[in-house]
């Protein structure tokens, strides 16, 4: 069993800056690409951000130069620091892991998601 959990969410107000956290936890042999993804009312599900095993990352468009990845695999975390946030940056955030289990195959995991609001 693999779960990941997500904190740091709340209302920001334009301009704010948020921390959001994800910790992955279960019977976890190896954790391959973390990401983050973000769904607004009426929305479809989109990419946000990843980060590789090896470090590398990829942003969305949208928030390039504004959010940045890490991890921490010591502690098996993910983190996404967004700054200069916009009211179009409201949506529930969800973390998303592809990790293989020990014993398994690699495969994705999300968490429960985090709300984030910004205000006008």
């Known amino acids: 069993q693999v779960q990941l959990v997500e904190s740091g969410g709340g209302l920001v107000q334009t301009g704010g800056s948020l921390t959001l956290s994800c910790a992955a936890s279960g019977n976890i042999f190896s954790i391959k690409t973390m990401g983050w993804y973000r769904q607004a009312p009426g929305k479809q599900r989109e990419f946000v951000a990843q980060i590789t095993s090896t470090s590398t990352t990829n942003y969305a468009d949208s928030v390039k130069g504004r959010f940045s990845i890490s991890r921490d695999d010591a502690k098996n975390t993910v983190t996404l620091q967004m700054n200069s946030l916009k009211p179009e940056d409201t949506a529930v955030y969800y973390c998303?892991?592809?990790?293989?289990?020990?014993?398994?195959?690699?495969?994705?995991?999300w968490g429960q998601g985090t709300q984030v609001t910004v205000s006008s």
């Open positions: 998303n892991g592809n990790i293989r289990r020990i014993g398994g195959n690699v495969r994705g995991y």
